[in-house]
């Protein structure tokens, strides 16, 4: 372990709370009727006022299984203690936004050396997209802050071999599975990797890790399957990505040429193919089949104009579900029917499906994204001062992510050799990307791997300022 600074630590925390306050003061959110905050709210108040886990806001508070329970539960505590109280939510999150930096400040240190950790935690803290989130009432902020504790507590285990520390990879992993149901798989990827560097004693290391795991999902699962009669973590939601997923195998090669142009950047694609949604064949046949005839009709075809490129397939499903709902079939039939139609989709051809996964995986490059830009007051806001300037700012963020990754790949190039104590790591980045290029990529579910990518970028960078002055010194002793 290298020497951890003092100062370098404290110098992390008022920088990452500073520059979070500058959001959540500058830029608060809105909590309107709908989307992620306020489900998690609605939730969190059911569970203090009704003892039940329900998106209703009117009885009789029917249980839901549509969202994970830690965040939902970590909002009622706080609730319970302060008071329905944004402010007092936002100021923790703040708080575990700025304890997130110095870990990740103390797991970088243990790669490599304090210089490298410090800067690459405080580009971290710097980072908007990641001190905008600790701003609004998402499940983000609190997940990377457990993810990075997995990481790092998983890269000492592995390294030091560690055994005892497995239990807490097991508790983590659990935890984290139920904030985000996506960490559910890759308890297989752990346990691979113990066969792949652990041979003595493998038996009890796998039971190290499974058994805390199990105690801590079982009780969600035992509730869900007592409750709507599935052993799954959520739904629809996995139906949902599935399906959205599923309708771009019906897309033709133009339609998917010209998607690549929007996924990497939207302002560039609205500028060669300004029409490519509506002359999009298989889209417009599976959207006018869901909402023509409708009495909101209209709605949805305003909704289209406004929805971006990327998850624009998000409009046909929304009005699908909602008829599916006004139909009678519950969340967990939604999610039975959505992937039944996504699995045809794909079984038509699935090797066209995972020739697709290149597509998914440029959406993942846009984890730079600034969630204050999906609140529409304070979209309306900044264009007060000049109109255009949210496009002009939606653009800069997304080409930031660039740098960021091509430095990344140089820094894991030239720490190739060090692949065993970065292997934790690399097999977190490496998973998140083949889940979301396999499904339906979100620039959002990203957002976790960014200290890992800023960290990869900053031993990069380091690398080739080492390059240079070495170029340098020996152009003099030549001279």
Known sequence: ?????????????VISVFCALI???????????????????????????????SLETEPPFNPTLNREPIYPLFLSLIYRIF???????????????????ILTYKLIIFFTNSRIAFYSSLFTAICPPLANLSSSLMSETLFIFLL??????????MYHQRKHLLIYCGILLGILSLCKTAMFYFFPFLVGSLLLFNRKKIVIQILLVSVPFILVVVPWLARNYYTFGTWKMTAPRGGMVLWMRGLKNDYSIEDLKQAAVYYFSENLGKKIYPDATYKNEAFMREFNAVIKGR?????????????????????????KIISLKEAGFTDLEIDTILTTEAIKKINNNPFKYLMQTPLELIKMTSFTYLPILN???????????????????????????????VLAFYGIFQYRKEWKILFPIFLIIIYFN???????????HAAPLIPFYIMFATMGLFKLYESRNAFSNKAVRLM
């Not at 809105?30 to 886990?53: C, E, M, P």
């Not at 990075?148 to 285990?157: E, G, H, K, N, T």
């Not at 289209?304 to 998850?311: A, G």
């Open 295 to 319: 009495r909101d009709e209209d709605f949805w075809r305003e909704s289209l104009k406004k929805r971006s490129f990327t998850v624009r397939e998000g409009v046909i499903l929304d009005a």
């Open 375 to 405: 609140d529409e007051q304070i979209v309306m806001k900044i264009e007060s001062f000049k109109t255009g300037l949210v496009s002009v700012i939606r653009a800069i963020t997304r080409l930031i992510a660039y740098p960021i990754i």
């Open 23 to 53: 959001f959540f003061i500058c830029f608060p959110s809105s909590l309107i009727n709908r989307g992620d905050q306020f489900q998690y709210n609605t939730i969190a108040n059911n569970i203090n006022k009704h003892n039940v886990f």
């Open 148 to 157: 990075i504790a997995f990481a790092y507590i998983f890269s000492i285990a």
């Open 434 to 444: 083949l889940l979301q290029g396999l499904t339906f990529g979100f620039g959002r």
């Open 83 to 101: 008071g329905e109280s944004f402010s007092i939510v936002i100021m923790i999150q703040i708080l575990i936004f700025a304890i997130t930096i």
């Open 1 to 13: 372990m290298r020497e951890i600074s003092i100062k370098d630590i404290v110098m992390l925390f």
